[in-house]
């Protein structure tokens, strides 16, 4: 391919990934490469990578290069989580509503207002997951489709990336565990009787230019329900 869009480029690599040309783990081309192969400016293929990035299908090694990530372990995005999840698995949206950040999201995104997401993965009648997120309003003036019910197309930190030209990333990822909270046993459909059960979680801090942090998220796993606890 002589010539071509960042959209071209992402798309191939998202092809290559999906049908595991490129694996879990493997190296992606250099930037000179991929200039070379899709007709691009070295500042469209950066473009293109942290798309690639936000979207979950690649991660940075500090002075090694971009890799492709496992995609079973994603947990975040309705597009990924469709293309990872078990036949008959499915994404359920509860809201997205204008919230004051709790305390701990507070800690990373300041005081005030934010938006609030979220939504369970179901099979069948069982509920395996149930995750949220919270997003600075800046981040909405931008995506606003944060406010509405629905997935972002791809993901809000993917859209962000494209519209601002500032790359988001997951800073940190923390996995975690604690008894069963009143929201918890409300959003995963458990009873008061199971109120004793420890549920795992898994936290994760989103930052754009200049390491700002403009969202962080949190999902709950179902008591019994296998994690991948791979944090990196």
């Given at each position: ?8 480029m992402?798309?191939d ?24 192969t ?9 473009r ?18 971009v ?6 372990a994603l ?6 989580i469709?293309?990872i999840?078990?036949?008959?698995e ?6 997205s ?12 995104l ?16 069982e ?8 997003v600075?309003?800046d981040?909405?003036t931008?995506?606003?489709e944060l ?5 972002c ?8 990336t ?12 923390v ?8 929201d ?10 199971d ?7 898994l936290?994760?801090?989103y930052?754009?230019?200049g ?10 796993y179902?008591p ?9």
């Amino acid at each position: 391919m002589s010539t071509g869009t960042v959209a071209d480029m992402v798309d191939d690599l998202r092809r290559q990934i999906d049908s595991g040309a490129l694996k879990a783990d493997d190296k992606l081309p250099s930037t000179r490469a991929l200039m070379e192969t899709y007709g691009l400016s070295d500042n469209a293929v950066y473009r293109g990578v942290a798309l690639l990035k936000a979207e979950g299908y690649a991660y940075s090694r500090q002075g090694k290069g971009v890799f492709v990530r496992d995609r079973r372990a994603l947990i975040a995005g309705a597009r990924r989580i469709q293309g990872i999840t078990q036949a008959g698995e499915r994404i359920e949206w509860r809201h997205s509503i204008r919230t004051e950040a709790p305390a701990w999201v507070a800690e990373h995104l300041g005081t005030g207002e934010c938006v609030e997401r979220a939504r369970t993965v179901r099979r069948g009648d069982e509920i395996l997951q149930a995750s949220r997120s919270w997003v600075h309003l800046d981040v909405a003036t931008v995506v606003p489709e944060l406010d509405e019910p629905r997935p972002c197309n791809p993901t809000w930190q993917a859209v962000y990336t494209e519209r601002s030209g500032n790359p988001v990333e997951a800073a940190s990822k923390v996995a975690d565990a604690r008894i069963a909270t009143a929201d918890d046993l409300e959003a995963l459909g458990l009873g008061e009787e199971d109120k004793v059960h420890a549920v795992v979680l898994l936290r994760s801090v989103y930052v754009t230019t200049g390491d700002r942090v403009i969202g962080v998220g949190e999902g709950v796993y179902a008591p019994g329900h296998p994690v991948d606890l791979k944090t990196s």
